[in-house]
C-alpha cells in the first residue's frame, strides 16, 4: 500500500490511479486500504467514497481467486450473451444474488462491453479471452482456463533466444496478427508454435506482430512476405500448421526437407478444405480472390498500412513516411496554416456528433493562456464498437503524431489520452510508444530542434460510460466522478482544471497525419458534401465477415453490409442495422440504400456515433433491442439531472413491462412522451441521444411493439413471451434430456420428449443441440 | 455588460450574470429547487429549463451564463410540460422513503 503510494503519488487526481492499484492488488477495494490512502494523502473520505461508487470497475466485496467478465455488449447480446453469463452462474452454481462461487474460486461479472465484436459472445478470464461461446462450451471453458493457469504455474513461459543475425540474413518475413481479436483466437499460441518451428528447421525468418488487417473474422490471420516480395495469406491458422507453412514455402537444411513435401500436401488440403468453410474458400490467393470484396470498397488512411507494420517499432513508422507530417508542420508551417488545412480537408469529429474539427482548434488557438491542454478521447463506451481500440493497438505512433500537430497548432504542451481500462493492450501499446518517442526526441523539449514542446501521460478509465463525454472526462482525469457539467463554457475556454483544453476522439487524432501529408483536398475529395474523407466502423453482429473496416463517407448501409460484410451469417435475412450504439438508432432492411454520412444517418433517426455498425436478423426482436440499449443508458447515467436519471428509468419500466407480456395499450405513446422530454431537457449528451434506440424502432417496428402488448414477441425472443416445445419430428435420441440444464426434460428414450415449461429457463440449449430439429419456439 | 431579452423585455446584466439572474432583476419568476444562492449550480432538478432561441435544447436557467443578444422564453406550453415532467418524474422516484417531518419532532 505505501509503496503504491509512493510511487503513485498524494495528490487529489490520483484517486483513480490509486483505487485501480489497490484494485489490481486485492481484486477489490478492502476498507481497511481505502482508510490508509485517505490517512497517507490529500484524498478525502468523501472523494474516495465518491469516485469508488462512481466507477463499474471498482468492486467493495471481495472476488474469488479469478474473475469471469462475461461481455454483454451489443454483438454479444445479439449472440446469446446473457445466455453464457446464466450458463456460468448455473454451472458454478452460484446462489442468486450472488457473483461468486462457494469455493471463491471464481467470480462472474457482466461488462458493457470488451470490444472484441467479432468474436461475440465473448468471455474474459483472468487476461484470457474466450469467443463464439454458448451455454453448452461454458464448463471448457472453465476447465481449459484451470489447465492453462496449472500449465502457467508449473512452467515458465520460455521465450525463444532472440537470434543476433542482422535483418539483411532473414529470409522474408512472417506477418501474424497481434490484436486482441486475434490474440483471443489463438495468434499467441500460433506465435509460440510458429517459433518452436522455426527452431527445429533452422529457418531463418523473421516473425513480425502486426496490427489489426481488419479481417477478424478470418482470424488468426498469417501473412508470408517471401524475399522476392511475393506474399502469402493463411487464414484461420492453427498452431498445428505452423510447422507445415514453413517448411512450405522456406527451404529446410537436412532432415527437415522431407517433412516439408509431406507437409505441403497435407497443407494444400487445410486450405483448400471446404469443410472449413463452405462457402469462401481459402485458397493461397486468397489475396486476390475473395478478400478483394472484403478490401475492395475501403480506403485506408486512418488504417493506413494496416496488417503490414509492427504497431510499436519506431523505425519501421519513420520508413513509412511517420513523423514528417510533425516535423514539416514544426518547421514550415504556421499553427494557423495548419488550422486552415484542416479547415480545407472538411475534417469532422470522429467521437460521433461531427463537429467541424477546425472550428474546435482555432477556439483553443484564440483562448489566451499561459497553459493549455490536449486531450485525446479514448473512452470508447459504445457497447459494440472497437474501431478506437483497434487503432490505438495498430496505429499508437500515428495517434500520438495527430495529436502533437493538434498541440502544435493550439498551443498545448502536455496532454492526456484517456483510456479505457478494458483495453490493457491498449494502453501497452500507447505507454510504450510514448516512451519510444520520448526516448528519440519526438516527444518531450524542443521536437525537432524548435520550441515546440509535448509531455502525453496516459489515464486509465475505471469503466464509466458517461466519461466519454468531454466535461466528465476531464472531471475524471482531475480525479473526480466523471459527471458531465452544462456547456458553456466550453473546454476550448474552460477545460481541464480551468485551462483552455483540445479534446478529440482517437480516430480524429489518426486521420490528420495523413491530411497534412497528402494535403487537404486529397482528403476533402473523399465522401459527400458535408461528411468528408473516410470513417471507420466495427462490423459486427449477424454479419458474415466481421471486421474493421474504413471506407469512404457516403458509401450505403447495403454496401457495408452486402459487399464487405459477406451479408448475414447463416442464410437469414437482414432485419436492420444498429448504427452509433447507446445514441444510434436501427435503421431498418428497407432503408439500406441510407447513404452513410453524418447528416443522412441523423436523417433517418440514427446517428454516426463513434462508428459501431452491428447488423440484426430476422430473429432479433426491436423491442428487446431498444430494451438492451435503454438498460445501458439507465445503468450508466450519472444520475445529475432529473430527465437522464429517472426519465430513462420510467422509460425502461415501460420496455421491461412490454418484454415481460404486461404491456398496456398506452405504453407506445407514453414512452414516445417521456423520450421527447428526455431528448429535449436532459443537461449532457447521453440523456439526450439516450432515447434515440427506443424512437427510431417505435418509428420503424412499431408493428412489434404492437404485438408485444398483446404478449406476443414476433422475433422469439422475450423469454416470459415464449415456450419451448418439441414437434412430431422428435426422433427420441435424448440428447435434449441429457443437456437440459435444469432437468425440464425427461429422460425418455426413442418416444418423443416433451419440455415442462415451468422448468424451463429457455436458454435454447436443447434446440440447439437437436439433430432432427425438432424444438419450436413461439 | 451583455444585454439580453426574456419574455420580450430586454434588460442588462453583470458579466457572468445567469439567466436567472437576469430574469429575478425584471422581476419574472423562474422556478428552481436544486439551486441555492451563494453555492454552484448543481443543474440537477431541472425545473428552471428555459428556452433560449437558436439552441435546440432546454437549458437550465440557473447555471445557463447571460449573452448578448440571447432572446430567452421562460415559458411556454412546452417549457410548462417539461417542468411538470421533471416534477413528476421526482415524485415517481419518492414514494414514501422520506420520513414525515412530524416523525422527526
Not at chain 1, 446469446?80 to 469455493?103: C, K, M, W
Request: aromatic content about 6%; overall charge neutral.
Amino acid at each position: 500500500m505505501d509503496k503504491a503510494i509512493e510511487r503513485i503519488g498524494t495528490g487529489p487526481e490520483k484517486v483513480l490511479e490509486l483505487l485501480q492499484a489497490i484494485q489490481g492488488h486485492y481484486s477489490y477495494l478492502p476498507a481497511e486500504a481505502l482508510e490508509r490512502v485517505c490517512k497517507l494523502t490529500d484524498i478525502s473520505p468523501a472523494s474516495i467514497v465518491g469516485v469508488s461508487t462512481f466507477y463499474d470497475q471498482f468492486r467493495h466485496r471481495p472476488a474469488g481467486r479469478h474473475i469471469i467478465h462475461v461481455c454483454v455488449g451489443t454483438a454479444c447480446h445479439v449472440k446469446g450473451g446473457e445466455r453464457v453469463y446464466d450458463a456460468f452462474l448455473r454451472h458454478l452454481r452460484i446462489p442468486n444474488g450472488e457473483d461468486t462461487d462457494s469455493q471463491r474460486l471464481f467470480t462472474v461479472e457482466k461488462i458493457a462491453c470488451l470490444g472484441c465484436c467479432t468474436l461475440a459472445p465473448a468471455v474474459q478470464v483472468g487476461q484470457v479471452t474466450y469467443g463464439h461461446l454458448t451455454a453448452e462450451t461454458v464448463p471448457n471453458v472453465i476447465s481449459d482456463y484451470l489447465r492453462y493457469e496449472e500449465a502457467r504455474a508449473t512452467h515458465k513461459h520460455k521465450k525463444r533466444k532472440q537470434q543476433k543475425a542482422g535483418a539483411e540474413n532473414f529470409k522474408g518475413e512472417i506477418r501474424l496478427g497481434m490484436g486482441s481479436c486475434c490474440v483471443a483466437r489463438g495468434s499467441g499460441k500460433l506465435r509460440e508454435a510458429l517459433e518452436e518451428a522455426l527452431d527445429q528447421t533452422g529457418v531463418q525468418v523473421a516473425i513480425k506482430r502486426v496490427g489489426c488487417v481488419g479481417m477478424c473474422y478470418q482470424t488468426p490471420l498469417l501473412e508470408l512476405v517471401l524475399p522476392d516480395n511475393r506474399t502469402f495469406l493463411y487464414a484461420r491458422v492453427q498452431p498445428e500448421d505452423a510447422k507445415a507453412i514453413i517448411t512450405r514455402h522456406f527451404k529446410v537444411r537436412g532432415i527437415g526437407r522431407k517433412i516439408s513435401d509431406s507437409t505441403s500436401m497435407l497443407l494444400d488440403r487445410i486450405l483448400t478444405d471446404e469443410k472449413r468453410e463452405p462457402v469462401t474458400r481459402y485458397s493461397i490467393n486468397v489475396r486476390d480472390e475473395q478478400v478483394a470484396d472484403f478490401l475492395g470498397k475501403q480506403v485506408h488512411i486512418a488504417t493506413e498500412h494496416g496488417g503490414r507494420i509492427d504497431p510499436i517499432d519506431l523505425d519501421e513508422y519513420l520508413s513509412k513516411d511517420g513523423f514528417q507530417a510533425i516535423q514539416k508542420c514544426v518547421t514550415e508551417l504556421e499553427p494557423d496554416e495548419i488550422i486552415s488545412q484542416i479547415e480545407r480537408s472538411g475534417l469532422r469529429g470522429r467521437g460521433g456528433a461531427g463537429y467541424p474539427t477546425h472550428l474546435k482548434w482555432s477556439a483553443v488557438r484564440r483562448s489566451k493562456s499561459g497553459k493549455k491542454y490536449i486531450v485525446c478521447n479514448g473512452d470508447e463506451g459504445d457497447p459494440g464498437a472497437f474501431m478506437d481500440r483497434m487503432l490505438m493497438e495498430s496505429y499508437p505512433y500515428r495517434i500520438i503524431e495527430g495529436i502533437a500537430i493538434a498541440a502544435y497548432a493550439v498551443g498545448a504542451d502536455e496532454g492526456f489520452l484517456y483510456i479505457r481500462a478494458e483495453y490493457p493492450l491498449a494502453v501497452d501499446r500507447i505507454s510504450r510508444a510514448i516512451e519510444n518517442c520520448k526516448k528519440r526526441g519526438f516527444l518531450g523539449d524542443n521536437i525537432f530542434q524548435s520550441a515546440f514542446s509535448l509531455n502525453l501521460k496516459i489515464v486509465p478509465g475505471a469503466g464509466a460510460f458517461v466519461c466519454g463525454e468531454e466535461t466528465a472526462l476531464m472531471a475524471s482525469i482531475e480525479g473526480r466522478r466523471g459527471m458531465p457539467r452544462l456547456r458553456p463554457p466550453y473546454p476550448a475556454r474552460s477545460g481541464l482544471w480551468g485551462k483552455p483544453t483540445l479534446i478529440n476522439n482517437v480516430e480524429t487524432y489518426c486521420v490528420v497525419p495523413w491530411i497534412i501529408r497528402n494535403g487537404p483536398e486529397k482528403f476533402a475529395s473523399l465522401g459527400t458534401g458535408h461528411s468528408k474523407g473516410t470513417k471507420v466502423f466495427a462490423l459486427a453482429g449477424k454479419i458474415a465477415h466481421g471486421g474493421l473496416i474504413e471506407v469512404p463517407m457516403g458509401i450505403t448501409i447495403r454496401q457495408i453490409i452486402e459487399d464487405i460484410g459477406g451479408g448475414i451469417a447463416g442464410g437469414l435475412k437482414l432485419k436492420a442495422v444498429q448504427i452509433g450504439g447507446p445514441s444510434g438508432g436501427c435503421v431498418p432492411e428497407r432503408l439500406a440504400h441510407t447513404s452513410v454520412d453524418f447528416e443522412t444517418l441523423k436523417g433517418v433517426g440514427a446517428m454516426m456515433g463513434s462508428g459501431g455498425m452491428v447488423a440484426l436478423d430476422e430473429t432479433d426482436c426491436m423491442v428487446d433491442i431498444a430494451r438492451y440499449f435503454l438498460r445501458f443508458t439507465q445503468n450508466q447515467s450519472c444520475g445529475k439531472c432529473t430527465f437522464c436519471r429517472i426519465g430513462t428509468r420510467r422509460m425502461l419500466d415501460i420496455l421491461d413491462r412490454l418484454c415481460t407480456g404486461q404491456g398496456k395499450n398506452t405504453d407506445i405513446e407514453e414512452l414516445e412522451q417521456l423520450a421527447e422530454i428526455v431528448q429535449n431537457s436532459s443537461l449532457c449528451g447521453l440523456g439526450k441521444t439516450a432515447p434515440n434506440p427506443v424512437l427510431s424502432t417505435i418509428k420503424y417496428f412499431r408493428d412489434e411493439y404492437e404485438a408485444h402488448i398483446n404478449k406476443r414477441c414476433p422475433a422469439a425472443k422475450c423469454k416470459e413471451l415464449i415456450t419451448y416445445s418439441v414437434t412430431d419430428d422428435c426422433i427420441g435420441c435424448t440428447l435434449c434430456a441429457q443437456h437440459c440444464p435444469v432437468e425440464a426434460i425427461a429422460m425418455v428414450p426413442y418416444q418423443k420428449h416433451e419440455i415442462d415449461s415451468e422448468k424451463c429457463i429457455r436458454c435454447g440449449t436443447c434446440k440447439n443441440i437437436c439433430p432432427a430439429d425438432a424444438v419450436k419456439v413461439e | 455588460m451583455p444585454v439580453l431579452t426574456i419574455d420580450n423585455r430586454k434588460v442588462e446584466v453583470n458579466d457572468g450574470a445567469t439567466i436567472l439572474d437576469a430574469a429575478n432583476k425584471l422581476g419574472i419568476h423562474i422556478p428552481t429547487m436544486c439551486f441555492l444562492d451563494g453555492y454552484e449550480p448543481s443543474t440537477s432538478c431541472m425545473v428552471c429549463i428555459v428556452k433560449v432561441e437558436g439552441l435546440a435544447n432546454f437549458v437550465p436557467a440557473c447555471a445557463t451564463i447571460a449573452q448578448e443578444g440571447m432572446i430567452v422564453h421562460s415559458s411556454s406550453e412546452q417549457i410548462d410540460r417539461a417542468r411538470k415532467a421533471a416534477l413528476e418524474l421526482l415524485l415517481s422516484d419518492h414514494l414514501g422513503d422520506v420520513m414525515s417531518p412530524v416523525q422527526h419532532t
